[in-house]
Protein backbone atom coordinates (compact mmCIF):
# COMPACT_ATOMS: atom_id res chain seq x y z
CA UNK A 1 0.00 0.00 0.00
CA UNK A 2 2.79 2.21 0.95
CA UNK A 3 4.60 1.65 -2.44
CA UNK A 4 1.27 2.43 -4.45
CA UNK A 5 0.39 5.08 -2.61
CA UNK A 6 3.66 6.92 -3.28
CA UNK A 7 3.34 6.11 -6.94
CA UNK A 8 0.14 7.30 -7.21
CA UNK A 9 0.98 10.41 -5.50
CA UNK A 10 3.94 11.27 -7.55
CA UNK A 11 2.00 10.40 -11.09
CA UNK A 12 -1.00 12.41 -10.14
CA UNK A 13 1.38 15.50 -9.33
CA UNK A 14 3.27 15.56 -12.61
CA UNK A 15 4.24 12.42 -13.07
CA UNK A 16 4.16 9.19 -15.70
CA UNK A 17 4.59 5.69 -15.40
CA UNK A 18 7.41 5.38 -13.27
CA UNK A 19 10.72 5.61 -15.91
CA UNK A 20 13.23 8.80 -16.20
CA UNK A 21 10.92 9.47 -19.34
CA UNK A 22 8.35 10.19 -17.23
CA UNK A 23 9.93 12.18 -14.95
CA UNK A 24 10.52 10.07 -11.92
CA UNK A 25 12.05 6.13 -10.72
CA UNK A 26 10.24 4.69 -7.72
CA UNK A 27 12.74 1.98 -6.16
CA UNK A 28 11.48 -0.32 -3.37
CA UNK A 29 14.60 -0.51 -1.13
CA UNK A 30 12.85 -2.52 1.94
CA UNK A 31 9.67 -3.08 3.42
CA UNK A 32 9.63 0.43 4.68
CA UNK A 33 12.43 2.12 2.23
CA UNK A 34 11.88 3.82 -0.59
CA UNK A 35 13.92 5.76 -2.72
CA UNK A 36 12.35 8.05 -5.58
CA UNK A 37 14.53 9.52 -8.32
CA UNK A 38 12.94 12.62 -9.22
CA UNK A 39 15.94 14.40 -11.17
CA UNK A 40 13.94 14.81 -14.46
CA UNK A 41 11.04 15.66 -13.21
CA UNK A 42 12.50 18.55 -11.39
CA UNK A 43 15.10 19.92 -14.13
CA UNK A 44 11.49 19.91 -16.55
CA UNK A 45 10.27 22.55 -13.71
CA UNK A 46 13.11 24.78 -14.40
CA UNK A 47 13.44 24.60 -18.05
CA UNK A 48 9.43 25.38 -18.29
CA UNK A 49 10.13 28.18 -15.77
CA UNK A 50 12.17 29.28 -18.16
CA UNK A 51 10.57 29.31 -21.45
CA UNK A 52 7.34 30.98 -19.88
CA UNK A 53 10.16 34.06 -18.60
CA UNK A 54 11.09 34.12 -22.11
CA UNK A 55 7.73 34.00 -23.61
CA UNK A 56 6.93 37.20 -21.31
CA UNK A 57 10.07 38.84 -22.04
CA UNK A 58 9.70 38.49 -25.73
CA UNK A 59 5.98 39.84 -25.33
CA UNK A 60 7.07 42.56 -23.55
CA UNK A 61 9.31 43.37 -26.02
CA UNK A 62 7.25 42.65 -28.97
CA UNK A 63 7.92 46.57 -30.45
CA UNK A 64 11.13 45.99 -30.40
CA UNK A 65 11.91 44.48 -34.07
CA UNK A 66 15.46 42.85 -33.26
CA UNK A 67 14.33 41.16 -30.30
CA UNK A 68 11.42 40.13 -32.05
CA UNK A 69 13.09 38.64 -34.80
CA UNK A 70 15.22 36.65 -32.28
CA UNK A 71 12.04 35.92 -30.01
CA UNK A 72 9.91 33.96 -33.29
CA UNK A 73 12.94 31.87 -34.01
CA UNK A 74 13.44 30.34 -30.64
CA UNK A 75 9.68 29.97 -30.09
CA UNK A 76 8.68 26.72 -32.29
CA UNK A 77 9.18 24.64 -29.13
CA UNK A 78 8.25 26.97 -26.33
CA UNK A 79 8.40 23.39 -23.97
CA UNK A 80 5.12 22.46 -23.42
CA UNK A 81 3.25 18.95 -25.07
CA UNK A 82 0.10 17.90 -26.28
CA UNK A 83 -1.67 15.60 -24.22
CA UNK A 84 -4.24 13.48 -24.80
CA UNK A 85 -4.69 12.17 -21.37
CA UNK A 86 -8.41 11.79 -20.93
CA UNK A 87 -8.94 12.02 -17.12
CA UNK A 88 -8.58 16.24 -17.98
CA UNK A 89 -8.83 16.78 -13.73
CA UNK A 90 -6.16 15.09 -13.39
CA UNK A 91 -4.13 16.74 -16.26
CA UNK A 92 -5.20 20.06 -15.12
CA UNK A 93 -4.05 18.77 -11.52
CA UNK A 94 -0.51 17.72 -12.39
CA UNK A 95 -0.04 21.11 -14.87
CA UNK A 96 -1.17 23.17 -11.64
CA UNK A 97 1.71 21.48 -9.34
CA UNK A 98 3.99 22.10 -11.94
CA UNK A 99 3.26 25.33 -12.32
CA UNK A 100 3.08 26.23 -8.76
CA UNK A 101 6.44 23.66 -7.83
CA UNK A 102 9.03 26.57 -8.09
CA UNK A 103 7.57 29.26 -5.69
CA UNK A 104 5.82 26.13 -3.35
CA UNK A 105 9.29 24.78 -2.61
CA UNK A 106 10.50 27.38 -1.15
CA UNK A 107 7.83 27.19 1.70
CA UNK A 108 8.60 23.32 1.58
CA UNK A 109 12.57 24.49 2.54
CA UNK A 110 11.62 26.20 5.24
CA UNK A 111 9.98 23.11 6.58
CA UNK A 112 12.82 20.78 6.31
CA UNK A 113 15.97 20.47 7.97
CA UNK A 114 18.78 21.91 6.04
CA UNK A 115 21.93 19.93 7.35
CA UNK A 116 24.60 22.21 8.04
CA UNK A 117 22.52 25.33 6.79
CA UNK A 118 25.56 27.77 7.84
CA UNK A 119 27.85 25.57 5.18
CA UNK A 120 25.82 26.64 1.78
CA UNK A 121 25.32 29.83 0.40
CA UNK A 122 22.63 31.93 2.24
CA UNK A 123 20.62 32.64 -1.42
CA UNK A 124 19.96 28.53 -1.33
CA UNK A 125 17.55 29.43 1.81
CA UNK A 126 16.74 32.91 1.81
CA UNK A 127 16.20 33.03 -2.15
CA UNK A 128 12.82 34.35 -2.46
CA UNK A 129 13.15 36.05 -5.92
CA UNK A 130 11.98 32.56 -8.20
CA UNK A 131 13.17 34.37 -11.13
CA UNK A 132 16.56 34.76 -10.41
CA UNK A 133 18.82 33.39 -13.47
CA UNK A 134 22.29 33.70 -11.55
CA UNK A 135 20.92 31.06 -9.27
CA UNK A 136 22.14 27.52 -8.93
CA UNK A 137 19.96 24.93 -10.76
CA UNK A 138 20.87 22.00 -8.69
CA UNK A 139 19.74 24.27 -5.71
CA UNK A 140 16.85 24.73 -6.86
CA UNK A 141 16.01 21.20 -7.94
CA UNK A 142 17.02 20.28 -4.56
CA UNK A 143 14.42 22.29 -3.20
CA UNK A 144 11.97 21.32 -5.34
CA UNK A 145 12.87 18.03 -4.39
CA UNK A 146 11.62 18.56 -1.15
CA UNK A 147 8.18 20.36 -2.11
CA UNK A 148 7.75 17.05 -3.79
CA UNK A 149 9.08 15.00 -0.69
CA UNK A 150 6.66 16.54 1.76
CA UNK A 151 3.73 16.64 -0.78
CA UNK A 152 4.24 12.58 -1.08
CA UNK A 153 4.33 12.41 3.12
CA UNK A 154 1.44 14.73 2.99
CA UNK A 155 -0.66 12.13 1.09
CA UNK A 156 0.87 9.44 2.19
CA UNK A 157 -0.44 10.20 5.85
CA UNK A 158 -3.92 11.52 4.59
CA UNK A 159 -3.99 7.84 2.77
CA UNK A 160 -2.94 5.51 5.38
CA UNK A 161 -2.53 7.29 8.56
CA UNK A 162 1.72 6.58 8.15
CA UNK A 163 4.39 9.11 9.24
CA UNK A 164 7.02 9.21 6.86
CA UNK A 165 10.98 10.89 6.71
CA UNK A 166 12.27 11.60 3.80
CA UNK A 167 15.99 12.58 2.56
CA UNK A 168 16.32 14.83 0.01
CA UNK A 169 19.98 15.20 -1.61
CA UNK A 170 22.14 14.23 -4.86
CA UNK A 171 22.54 10.49 -4.49
CA UNK A 172 21.06 8.07 -2.77
CA UNK A 173 23.75 7.13 -0.03
CA UNK A 174 23.62 10.83 1.17
CA UNK A 175 19.53 10.91 0.95
CA UNK A 176 19.64 8.13 3.24
CA UNK A 177 21.89 9.71 5.29
CA UNK A 178 19.84 12.47 5.47
CA UNK A 179 16.55 10.96 6.13
CA UNK A 180 18.06 10.80 9.47
CA UNK A 181 18.25 14.14 10.18
CA UNK A 182 14.45 14.19 9.46
CA UNK A 183 13.20 11.66 11.80
CA UNK A 184 10.95 10.91 13.06
CA UNK A 185 7.98 12.67 10.78
CA UNK A 186 9.79 15.39 8.85
CA UNK A 187 12.49 15.71 6.26
CA UNK A 188 15.89 16.69 5.49
CA UNK A 189 17.98 18.19 2.45
CA UNK A 190 21.94 18.04 2.12
CA UNK A 191 23.11 20.11 -0.86
CA UNK A 192 26.45 20.01 -2.17
CA UNK A 193 28.31 22.32 0.15
CA UNK A 194 27.14 20.33 3.29
CA UNK A 195 27.94 17.39 1.88
CA UNK A 196 31.56 16.93 3.63
CA UNK A 197 30.68 17.96 7.33
CA UNK A 198 27.55 15.33 7.14
CA UNK A 199 30.65 12.65 6.10
CA UNK A 200 32.56 14.03 8.70
CA UNK A 201 29.57 13.24 11.51
CA UNK A 202 28.79 9.74 10.08
CA UNK A 203 30.03 6.96 11.45
CA UNK A 204 31.38 4.24 8.88
CA UNK A 205 29.15 1.16 9.78
CA UNK A 206 25.90 3.95 9.52
CA UNK A 207 26.23 4.21 6.03
CA UNK A 208 24.42 2.49 3.27
CA UNK A 209 26.09 -0.74 2.13
CA UNK A 210 29.17 -0.22 4.89
CA UNK A 211 26.91 -2.36 7.84
CA UNK A 212 28.69 -5.33 7.28
CA UNK A 213 31.60 -6.86 6.76
CA UNK A 214 32.91 -4.53 4.41
CA UNK A 215 32.06 -1.86 6.94
CA UNK A 216 34.34 -3.52 9.62
CA UNK A 217 37.17 -3.81 7.30
CA UNK A 218 37.04 -0.14 6.28
CA UNK A 219 37.14 0.99 9.70
CA UNK A 220 40.29 -1.54 10.27
CA UNK A 221 42.12 0.34 8.34
CA UNK A 222 42.19 3.39 10.22
CA UNK A 223 44.63 4.39 12.73
CA UNK A 224 44.74 1.97 15.88
CA UNK A 225 42.83 5.15 18.27
CA UNK A 226 39.92 5.04 15.62
CA UNK A 227 39.59 1.79 14.31
CA UNK A 228 38.45 0.82 17.83
CA UNK A 229 36.03 3.26 18.52
CA UNK A 230 33.04 3.38 15.83
CA UNK A 231 32.16 7.43 16.72
CA UNK A 232 34.94 8.70 16.08
CA UNK A 233 35.40 6.50 12.78
CA UNK A 234 33.53 8.68 10.53
CA UNK A 235 33.35 8.72 6.93
CA UNK A 236 35.48 11.48 6.41
CA UNK A 237 38.44 10.22 8.46
CA UNK A 238 38.63 7.85 5.85
CA UNK A 239 38.74 10.84 3.06
CA UNK A 240 41.27 12.59 5.05
CA UNK A 241 43.37 9.75 6.05
CA UNK A 242 43.02 6.79 3.40
CA UNK A 243 44.69 7.44 -0.16
CA UNK A 244 42.93 5.45 -3.00
CA UNK A 245 45.55 3.01 -3.52
CA UNK A 246 45.11 2.48 0.16
CA UNK A 247 41.59 1.18 -0.37
CA UNK A 248 42.18 -0.63 -3.62
CA UNK A 249 44.75 -2.34 -2.36
CA UNK A 250 42.86 -3.32 0.90
CA UNK A 251 39.39 -4.16 -0.25
CA UNK A 252 40.28 -4.55 -4.41
CA UNK A 253 39.35 -2.27 -7.68
CA UNK A 254 35.97 -2.18 -7.21
CA UNK A 255 35.18 -1.82 -3.43
CA UNK A 256 38.01 0.29 -2.91
CA UNK A 257 36.75 2.85 -5.39
CA UNK A 258 33.69 2.63 -4.28
CA UNK A 259 34.43 3.34 -0.82
CA UNK A 260 36.80 6.29 -1.98
CA UNK A 261 33.82 8.31 -3.57
CA UNK A 262 31.22 7.46 -0.75
CA UNK A 263 33.49 8.80 1.63
CA UNK A 264 33.04 11.89 -0.47
CA UNK A 265 29.31 11.47 -0.56
CA UNK A 266 29.62 10.38 -4.42
CA UNK A 267 27.62 7.82 -5.58
CA UNK A 268 27.34 6.55 -9.25
CA UNK A 269 24.49 3.65 -8.65
CA UNK A 270 20.97 4.64 -9.99
CA UNK A 271 17.69 4.55 -8.86
CA UNK A 272 16.39 1.39 -10.40
CA UNK A 273 12.20 0.92 -11.19
CA UNK A 274 11.06 -1.72 -9.35
CA UNK A 275 6.75 -0.72 -9.46
CA UNK A 276 6.55 -3.90 -11.33
CA UNK A 277 8.50 -6.25 -9.41
CA UNK A 278 6.38 -8.10 -6.42
CA UNK A 279 8.11 -9.64 -3.51
CA UNK A 280 8.06 -13.37 -3.52
CA UNK A 281 9.18 -13.34 0.20
CA UNK A 282 9.79 -11.32 3.19
CA UNK A 283 12.72 -11.85 6.13
CA UNK A 284 13.67 -10.47 9.05
CA UNK A 285 16.52 -11.65 10.92
CA UNK A 286 18.76 -10.10 14.25
CA UNK A 287 22.43 -11.26 14.08
CA UNK A 288 23.88 -11.58 17.50
CA UNK A 289 27.31 -11.52 18.13
CA UNK A 290 29.59 -14.57 19.71
CA UNK A 291 29.33 -15.06 23.45
CA UNK A 292 30.66 -17.18 25.84
CA UNK A 293 29.06 -19.01 28.86
CA UNK A 294 31.17 -19.66 32.16
CA UNK A 295 30.76 -23.62 33.15
CA UNK A 296 27.39 -24.45 34.57
Keep these: ELLATTSCSVEDNGGGGGDKRSGYVLERASIDELFIDVTEFCYDVLERERMKMKKEYCEEKSNDDEISKECSKSNDDDGTEETSDKDDTKQIKREEFQRNCIVDSITSL ?7 QNRIPPSYIQQHDTNNNDEDDDAKALRIGCHIAHTIRRIVFQTLGFTLSSGISTSKLVAKLAASYGKPNGQAVVFPEAIPYVMDETE ?12 KKVQSLLPPELATDKKKATLGCIARLLTLDDLVSALGEENGRWVFDACRGIE ?23 VSYPEL
Design 110 to 116: EQSVVCH
Design 204 to 215: IRKARMLGGKLG
Design 268 to 290: HEEVKSTLKVLPKSITAFKSFPK
